[in-house]
């Protein structure tokens, strides 16, 4: 047997050239192994570069330092030996259920015969029998991606690459098409030898996976591996289960480690952080949910996501953005409303917009730079395009965009400022 | 349950279907034959043979009109094909080829046709050969440009997704334009060619009868036998043309255009049930038929079989297209330097310098008076049918019946009406100034029209309940909630009009009744007055005139509103 793993990424790192000439770092340090009988989940949220790390490895695009190695062969390019199945489906509408499974090998000029007896089999597999002659559109979304799977396996693969591939489904679905896909991988039945699961879901992750690497942001790297080595079929209610959940929760939220990676995500000083755009409605939403019980000011994060029926995705940028308007603390896994943010919760609207004005300018360096700009001037008002130019020192036009966005929302709840999105004007007058 | 056999398609032997389809090929390719005979000619017997107006010619004289078109569509169509993927595939040559089809789409097809015609004459000389190029690259004029953005703009709006699964499954690039590029930009492309359809005609008519200088040709078609019908001044004779058009117009719409729209269909992307699925009977009846769904199955083989017939390129090639390549941008960089000194000097040389100032400015104040005709007759038309087309797109019934009609009409080549409204006008002794203006958007109005009525139907029905709620009714109703709804809509269709407009202006403006030739002042007739006179240098003076004023209206005035309503006022 070939001693080499299936798949090996050594000191990989992926950045994109910035208009202005310098680069934006998205992936870095990625040291991962993949071998035989293994599913490795890479969890994290947006934005922490686990899908671009997918896609070096599918040869869809190329690293810019590092190295990629399938069976110790360099990727150069899409592997005859490494599959993909995608987030939307990515099925061709015009072809048939049959067409769209047997695309890969038609493009491999395997004989007719086989291509048929081949994509047959893969369809009875996968459960898709008595669908061939479908298309895509009469299918539901579960079927839609039992179509995505059996195009993958069909093509016998080693690798199966996932990319979030249960996160445009509904509950239910998902968790009968991942328990279907756990049973086959368990007997053994689907022609794969390893498989790299994309997710954004803790528990999907420690559902399915045998290692899960943790990822960070900004620029995206690995923050931890942990490995899983509950039996299978795993039990989400089992106590070991919950514990492992609850830990990576920890793990995520945990505030990263030296000064340099402080300054990352919410430094809390500087106009040059880049903001998520949360609306105001989602943090007073939140506070008030953490502040009424059974919370009574003091979260556990799983507990209040599945309580409010939020993805990590949607929770921790909420949670992150109170934490850097000091209305709550983030730490081993629990969301702790401070005395302000538990004056928020408790008070009526226009005590609330007080509040709120007072951590804004305080806490929000744009935000308070914004204002004071207007304070300074004359005409008490300025161009968008003013700070957009000034942002776009530290960080991608994309990213200058969605902070000042940010801002123009939190500025306008608290009555900071006005925005005239027509004129692209900040101003301090209220419109007439 | 049966199992479904992908590849076992003929287990019939036929259906009545069948019959029905055997009965609808024949014909076609009886008709494409008695179409084509004549085609090789000498030029002279043109002369010789005289068009007759004879009704019972018609019929014939349709089916050549028609063959000309089917040939200006496939001739559009392998241009888009490879043009717009050109431009959509390389980044370097996408910069130029990109604006030249912008370009094109505004100049002027008519006056370019005197222009093409002694091109194509002089390739085949004393041939028919030569005056029906001239007709079908008119036509093709009218079609090919709109493809191939509306291709090119599919190209570039490739989900990634789907690209990446291409990539990762390892199609070739023989096989992704044909399983994925092509199909994906299907339902848009089809959609326009119905759309640039009514242009389509409108030349056609136009240039089927085309006299340069002393070259006259008429080529057998239902256009040339309308000129016929001018010149002998016979009403009855226009009539007769203008029924027979119809009556291809429907033909081709019903047994073309709707089995293809209604075809596409499947190759939309978004996968939500659709809203309403297009039915078609000629496409149930090809659908059933076992033989045309055999010539289906046998295309999509042929599609698979070129793929793998195709040298595949198996070398590794991620991002290698996309590395920029300085000796290679050097080269193409000084090629188009090269074309654009070239042209520079063609323009100085043969244009600019032989040209008084006086003239220029001459031309130039006609020009502004064809666009204070074409802007004046949009706001005209749009008093007329934006009011009318909100009435009707609230009532789903009355735009049931109305929608179609509008584009129907739209289709109709306008030209084949105006001897009846010169007619008119020189038996009443009208002012031409005024009166043979309305012409020029007689056949563009009714972009507005259907326009309008599907921006209010797509009114959606609780907006509509809210202001009845809040009883906004009146000058109120229509200021915040009819017009800005229709807006976008609206605005679609007032640069479609105006672009056919201008187009229009070169047959409207300059008109004929038998030997009685009346005129309006304005680029038009300039151009057209050149065109018989066979003067060149006009001729190429006023098409770029006319294209410079197209161009910087379309810069300058339509398509900040467009992004302006776009932004604002669309509802999604």
Redesign the interface.
């Known amino acids: 047997m070939n001693n080499a793993p299936l798949l090996q990424c050594t000191d990989v790192r992926k950045s994109f050239p910035k208009p202005d000439g310098a680069e934006l770092l998205v992936l870095e340090g990625m040291n991962l192994e993949l071998r035989e009988g293994q599913i490795v989940g890479l969890l994290g949220r947006s934005g922490s570069g686990k899908s671009t790390l997918l896609?070096l490895i599918?040869?869809?695009?190329?690293p810019s330092d590092g190295q990629l190695f399938y069976l110790g062969q360099p990727i150069?390019?899409?592997a005859?030996g490494?599959?993909?199945v995608?987030?939307?489906f990515?099925l061709?509408?015009?072809?048939?259920v049959?067409?769209n499974v047997?695309?890969?090998l038609?493009?491999?000029?395997m004989p007719?015969a086989e291509i048929?007896k081949r994509s047959l089999a893969a369809i009875d597999l996968i459960g898709l029998d008595?669908f061939?002659?479908a298309?895509?559109?009469e299918l539901s979304g579960g079927m839609?991606q039992r179509v995505g799977f059996a195009?993958a396996l069909v093509?016998h693969p080693n690798i199966l690459l996932m990319d979030e591939p249960f996160s445009a489904l509904d509950v239910l679905t998902a968790e009968t098409l991942r328990t279907d896909f756990l049973d086959l991988w368990a007997e053994g039945r689907m022609p794969i030898k390893g498989v790299i699961l994309v997710t954004h879901n803790i528990e999907e992750a420690v559902l399915m996976c045998d290692r899960i690497l943790v990822f960070g942001t900004n620029p995206g790297r690995i923050l931890s591996e942990i490995k899983v080595s509950l039996p299978q079929p795993r039990n989400r209610l089992d106590p070991s289960f919950r514990e492992l959940v609850e830990n990576i929760y920890v793990e995520m939220t945990a505030r990263p480690q030296g000064s340099a990676s402080r300054h990352e995500r919410f430094p809390g000083s500087g106009i040059g952080t880049a903001l998520p755009h949360v609306s105001s409605n989602l943090l007073a939403g939140l506070m008030e949910a953490v502040a009424a019980p059974p919370f009574n000011g003091k979260a556990d994060l799983p507990e209040i996501a599945s309580d409010l029926q939020m993805e990590i995705d949607e929770l921790f940028p909420v949670a992150e953005t109170l934490q850097m308007l000091r209305f709550a603390e983030l730490e081993g896994g629990d969301l702790k409303l401070t005395e302000a943010g538990m004056a928020f919760a408790q008070s009526a609207l226009d005590e609330r917009k007080r509040i709120f004005l007072r951590h804004l300018l305080t806490y929000v360096p744009l935000a308070a730079h914004v204002r004071r700009v207007l304070d300074e001037r004359a005409s008490h008002s300025a161009r968008k395009s003013r700070f957009i130019d000034e942002l776009e020192d530290f960080m991608n036009e994309e990213a200058a965009e969605q902070s000042l966005r940010a801002v123009v929302s939190w500025g306008r709840y608290a009555e900071a400022f006005a925005y005239d999105n027509e004129n692209a004007m900040f101003s301090l007058e209220n419109p007439t | 349950m049966k199992r479904f056999e992908p590849y076992g398609f003929l287990r019939d032997l036929a259906s009545r279907w069948d019959v029905l389809a055997f009965i609808v090929v024949i014909g076609l390719i009886a008709f494409l034959g008695e179409a084509s005979r004549g085609l090789f000619a000498p030029l002279s017997q043109l002369e010789v043979v005289p068009l007759s107006l004879d009704p019972a010619r018609l019929p014939e004289y349709a089916a050549r009109t028609t063959f000309r078109m089917l040939a200006g569509l496939g001739l559009s169509l392998v241009f888009t094909l490879t043009y717009a993927t050109w431009a959509a595939k390389s980044e370097r040559a996408g910069k130029l080829l990109v604006p030249i089809l912008d370009i094109l789409q505004s100049v002027p097809i008519l006056g370019f046709i005197s222009v093409t015609a002694v091109f194509f004459m002089s390739l085949a000389p004393g041939r028919v050969l030569g005056a029906e190029f001239v007709a079908i690259f008119a036509i093709f004029t009218s079609q090919a440009w709109n493809m191939a953005f509306s291709f090119y703009q599919s190209l570039r709006t490739i989900p990634t997704e789907l690209m990446e699964a291409a990539e990762s499954f390892r199609l070739s690039p023989w096989m992704r334009f044909w399983q994925l590029e092509v199909p994906f930009a299907m339902p848009a492309l089809i959609w326009n060619m119905m759309m640039s359809m009514s242009g389509g005609w409108f030349f056609v008519v136009a240039s089927e009868a085309v006299s340069v200088g002393h070259t006259t040709f008429a080529l057998p078609g239902v256009g040339s036998y309308i000129a016929l019908a001018i010149e002998h001044k016979n009403l009855r004779a226009i009539g007769w043309a203008i029924a027979t058009m119809l009556i291809v117009i429907l033909l081709y719409d019903q047994l073309l255009f709707r089995p293809l729209v209604a075809w596409v269909d499947r190759f939309r992307v978004e996968q939500e049930p659709g809203v309403r699925v297009p039915e078609s009977w000629a496409l149930t009846m090809m659908r059933r038929s076992r033989l045309i769904q055999a010539a289906n199955v046998t295309f999509h083989a042929a599609v698979l079989w070129t793929s793998r017939a195709v040298k595949r390129n198996d070398a590794p090639s991620i991002d290698a297209a996309a590395r920029p390549k300085r000796s290679l941008d050097l080269l193409w960089i000084s090629l188009v330097a090269a074309a654009v000194v070239l042209g520079l000097w063609h323009m100085v040389a043969g244009l600019i310098a032989d040209t008084p100032l006086q003239e220029a400015l001459h031309v130039c104040g006609l020009a502004l008076l064809t666009m204070l005709r074409v802007f004046g007759l949009i706001a005209l038309a749009s008093l007329v049918w934006v009011p009318i087309g909100v009435w009707v797109g609230m009532r789903p019934r009355a735009a049931q019946i109305v929608q179609p009609i509008a584009q129907f009409m739209a289709a109709f080549p306008a030209n084949l009406l105006f001897p009846i409204a010169v007619y008119g006008i020189v038996a009443w002794k009208l002012n031409p100034d005024i009166y043979l203006s309305p012409l020029m958007i007689l056949g563009t109005q009714w972009y507005i029209l259907f326009n309008v009525i599907a921006g209010a139907s797509a009114i959606p029905a609780e907006m509509r309940h809210v202001a009845a709620n809040f009883r906004v009714t009146g000058w109120l109703w229509w200021r915040k909630v009819a017009l800005p709804a229709v807006l976008p809509f609206y605005v679609t269709g007032a640069i479609t009009a105006s672009g056919g407009s201008w187009n229009a202006a070169i047959v409207a403006e300059l008109a004929s009744w038998g030997d009685t030739r009346i005129r309006a002042r304005g680029l038009g007739s300039y151009i057209a007055e050149a065109t018989i006179a066979g003067d060149f240098h006009q001729i190429v003076l006023g098409i770029g005139v006319m294209s410079l004023f197209v161009v910087i209206i379309n810069r300058l005035f339509w398509r900040p509103l467009y992004y302006f309503a776009e932004r604002r006022y669309r509802l999604t």
């Open positions: 896609r599918a040869g869809l695009a190329e150069v390019g899409p005859a490494i599959a993909m995608f987030q939307s990515a061709f509408p015009w072809l048939t049959f067409e047997a695309l890969g038609e493009a491999q000029r007719r048929r008595g061939e002659s298309y895509p559109r839609r195009r093509v």
